[in-house]
């Protein structure tokens, strides 16, 4: 497949997924909240990440900065159904004791510099800072979790062996912040509701006549 063809399947699969989820996702959080729910998101569902979002709301009365404050066994307990606490405490508290700056800084600089940035701090990968920049601050970031991946691979899109930062920097130099935050969050839904990652529902996917996945055809590859 040449670029010209690369683009154009991204394209028709992005079309695909709008019209099974018409709906944009709006997170709806302010920075600080979507840089700690993205943090405390790492390994786990969404619904935890979400419980023990409240849950440090709650314990800060709704000012999140002050966690570096608090005691650490209080912020262990709020955190623990996210599992992989003290990582994860550890990386709210150098990114929040840090946070006024930060944010400053990183309204202002590029997307690769951002990058950067939020990946200086400990625990905090590329993936996490794609999601935090797109969704906080609206810079053209394409950020690929274990949902995206799987599915753009079974997809066949991308030539066998790109790695994720490849990936995110093509749609990046190729494609607006726009369409590559709709494109991350409808295939992550895709993900979920057809490309699981046991017993994918190929035979209802929308993508199938699509999907490159060899296995799609296979007669237990239903709901
Ligand atoms: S056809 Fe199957 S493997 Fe391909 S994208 Fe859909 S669910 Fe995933």
Known sequence: MDEKQLLEKIREVARRLRERYPKAYRPGRTPVEQMVFTILSQNTTDKNAERCLENLKELTKGNLLKV??????????AIRPCGMFNQKLEALNSVLGDWERLEKELKKLSEKEAIKLLTSYPFVGSKTARVVLTFAFGKNTFPIDT???????RLGIFPEGWSREKISEFMESHFDAEFNRRFHYDLIRLGREFCRA???RCKECPLRDLCSYPAKNSPDRGS
């Open 198 to 200: 046991r017993n994918p």
């Open 68 to 77: 570096p404050e608090l005691p650490r066994d209080k912020v262990l307990g």
């Open 147 to 153: 949902h995206c991946f799987r599915v753009l691979k």
